[in-house]
């Protein structure tokens, strides 16, 4: 026993004997850089080796935490620029991975549980408790689905600005609980309620009573808004970039991330959904508002585990700079080496917390903004980014471009994705709900969905990817791009599977005499599963494929704003939604004909409409092929 004490002082000695060596080894690094560069004068020949910045002293301390970053000494410190809470540099095996992960997935399972449980079962509560029609009711749910994919930018651009991600997710938690409580007290007070139906006469609600339950709903808009841009980058935060292990486990956090959202959805999606239909639904509003005080609870309580990115400041502004500076030198000569474009010689980029980009071939015209003229040269003043611009700087901006293709075919898939929330419930409220004397509520087949991603992931992860990595060769199994398509494959199959089965209610409506009367067809709302699971196993690769996809090709220092860009296509999917629903109805009632999608279902064709959306999502398919097979990943330096 004295022998091991013995032992392990030793250790102990050995490890702070060698982390003095070390430590002062890196300080005379740090010295010997800074007195060759200070001795090199700002010709022509060498304008690229002067750095942004007259601090010496802020620029000895940058260059030595960038060092010790850069090289992880020892492997001790994370080599992707992270810090702990303090600010200072975090030792691999006390902060991130797995162990801060749990905080953060914790977090975020209580604020999905709270989202769908409001989200799922919405366009019932607006058409039975607000006696709302069933297109009212469906614009409202997609309008606001769309906003509370809409309000991410807000949240993205303060946490990369200002905030940081941790701080923004925390804020935000605020409007959220302010929203769940209003919506609570909406759906408890009688005041607040509208009056029961009578004799299939329901009362409409007061504009006081829209506006309260409205308010609360877009409150929560809101404060999702902080926190869906952040939550999931923070998560990708905890793993170094720089250290192929953790890259590898940070692949399988992506899956295992919606696998967590997705335990929450099927929680809501059968339990909530039961207590709101069944008990009361002050009852099920109340519990989403309990959920997002155990949120910030766990979020709290593993900030000592935590790895932080440094913010990086405006990215808005960044753009700007680069397209005014470019705009300004378009008359400038560009040099025939891209190695004489302007870029500082440290160690890390000269945007806090961002790495270096390397250059790229695409997008010419915008490299202008790194161009060094001649007043930039005779004068050595190169600090004025509204002058001149980094390569790195530039770089981001060509990746917000040359994604924007890609991004974009995301939307019509969103589209595909909101019917499960809204036509797909309405499908399923006009069919044989009844498991003997149990009646299945319409809005709980989205279980099935769940059930599916549920299923998926882990087969995914455990058996799909280690397969297809030794095809492709890929760390992942398949690029980010690959899965993507994939998943809008299972779109086009989702809508004909939905599309089949409304042919078939439809026609067994005419066989019994069933097309006047607004009645549920004796067919059995189980037939409605194939579409549900597709569209889960469409997520898996598309939704997941997106995560990846928008972080890892994304720039360090805008990575909230690229993850909320890619929550854009949700809001924008959903917008779309609405507006083809809305343009549909128009066209297809216009001189007095029954419509597509009538209050009573069984006079229309909704197998029309999921049948326009199969083809919309082929051809985006086609578009996104085009542009998947010219994309270039981005490069760091």
């Known amino acids: 026993m004295v022998g091991a004490t013995v032992l392990s002082m030793s250790c102990g000695n050995l490890y702070v004997l060698v982390s003095t060596i070390i430590d002062n080894l890196t300080t005379t690094k740090i010295l010997l850089v800074f007195i060759l560069k200070i001795e090199v004068e700002p010709t022509k020949q060498n304008v690229k080796k002067i750095t942004m910045g007259s601090d010496?002293?802020?620029?000895?301390?940058?260059?030595?935490?960038?060092?010790?970053?850069?090289?992880?000494?020892?492997?001790?410190?994370?080599?992707?620029?992270?810090?702990?809470?303090?600010?200072?540099?975090v030792l691999k095996n006390k902060s991130g991975n797995w162990k801060a992960c749990s905080f953060i997935l914790g977090t975020f399972f209580c604020e999905r549980l709270a989202f769908y449980g409001i989200s799922t079962n919405l366009v019932n509560y607006l058409i039975e408790k607000l006696h709302q029609g069933n297109v009212s009711a469906a614009r409202n749910v997609t309008t606001w689905q769309g906003t509370c994919y809409l309000t991410p930018l807000i949240g993205a651009i303060l946490a990369d600005t200002y905030w940081g991600r941790y701080w923004t997710i925390a804020g935000f938690t605020t409007f959220y609980l302010t929203g769940l409580c209003t919506i609570t007290l909406s759906a408890s007070v009688p005041a607040l309620k509208p009056a029961k139906c009578i004799n299939s006469k329901c009362p409409s609600a007061a504009p006081a009573q829209y506006a309260v339950f409205f308010f609360g709903l877009y409150m929560i808009a809101l404060g999702t808004g902080g926190i869906k841009p952040c939550i999931w980058p923070f998560g990708a935060d905890q793993f170094d970039d720089t250290d192929p292990r953790e890259r590898v486990k940070k692949g399988s956090y992506f899956n295992w991330f919606y696998f967590s959202q997705n335990i929450g959805a099927i929680i809501a999606a059968s339990l909530l959904v039961w207590i709101q239909d069944n008990v009361g639904w002050g009852l099920g509003f109340g519990i989403p508002t309990l959920l997002i005080g155990f949120a910030i609870a766990s979020l709290f309580l593993g900030t000592p585990f935590y790895r932080f990115q440094k913010s990086g400041g405006s990215p808005l502004t960044r753009i700007c700079q680069v397209l005014v500076v470019s705009f300004r030198k378009r008359n400038v000569a560009m040099p025939g080496d891209s190695n004489l474009l302007f870029e500082t010689q440290d160690i890390s980029s000269a945007i806090k917390g961002s790495r270096k980009l390397k250059h790229s071939d695409e997008l010419r015209c915008l490299d202008k903004a790194a161009v060094l003229s001649e007043p930039e040269v005779s004068t050595g003043n190169f600090s004025n980014p509204w002058r001149l611009c980094t390569v790195t700087q530039v770089e981001e901006l060509k990746i917000l471009i040359l994604k924007f293709p890609i991004w974009a075919t995301g939307i019509v898939f969103s589209a595909v994705y909101a019917q499960m929330s809204t036509l797909f419930v309405e499908q399923g409220t006009m069919m044989d709900t009844a498991i003997g004397s149990f009646s299945i509520p319409p809005a709980s087949l989205s279980t099935f969905d769940v059930i599916s991603v549920i299923f998926l992931v882990p087969v995914y992860d455990r058996v799909i990817v280690p397969i297809a990595r030794k095809f492709t060769g890929k760390e992942r199994g398949f690029s980010e791009l690959q899965r993507m398509g994939i998943g809008l494959f299972l779109s086009i199959l989702c809508m004909s599977a939905a599309a089949l089965v409304e042919i078939i209610r439809l026609r067994i409506a005419r066989e019994l005499s069933l097309v006047d009367q607004e009645v549920a067809v004796p067919l059995s709302i189980f037939w409605q599963i194939p579409q549900y699971f597709l569209l889960g196993a469409?997520?898996?690769?598309?939704?997941?494929?997106?995560?990846?996809?928008?972080?890892?090709?994304?720039?360090?220092?805008?990575?909230?704003?690229?993850?909320?860009?890619?929550?854009?296509?949700?809001?924008?999917?959903?917008?779309?939604?609405?507006?083809?629903?809305?343009?549909?109805?128009?066209?297809?009632?216009?001189?007095?004909?029954?419509?597509?999608?009538?209050?009573?279902?069984?006079?229309?064709?909704?197998?029309?409409?999921?049948?326009?959306?199969?083809r919309l999502s082929f051809l985006n398919m086609l578009v996104y092929i085009v542009f998947a097979g010219r994309y270039k990943a981005k490069k760091a330096s």
């Not at 620029?59 to 992707?80: M, N």
């Not at 997106?546 to 805008?558: C, G, K």
């Not at 909230?560 to 929550?567: D, E, G, H, T």
């Not at 083809?580 to 109805?585: C, D």
Request: charged share 20%; with cysteine.
């Open 538 to 614: 469409a997520e898996i690769f598309t939704f997941i494929g997106q995560l990846e996809f928008f972080n890892d090709q994304s720039p360090d220092a805008m990575r909230s704003l690229c993850s909320a860009l890619s929550l854009l296509t949700t809001s924008l999917g959903n917008n779309l939604s609405s507006f083809i629903l809305t343009v549909v109805t128009y066209i297809t009632t216009k001189g007095g004909k029954t419509g597509w999608i009538r209050d009573n279902l069984n006079e229309g064709h909704l197998d029309y409409f999921f049948w326009l959306l199969a």
């Open 56 to 89: 010496r002293k802020e620029e000895i301390s940058s260059l030595k935490d960038a060092l010790l970053l850069q090289s992880g000494v020892g492997g001790f410190y994370a080599g992707d620029g992270s810090v702990d809470f303090k600010g200072k540099p």
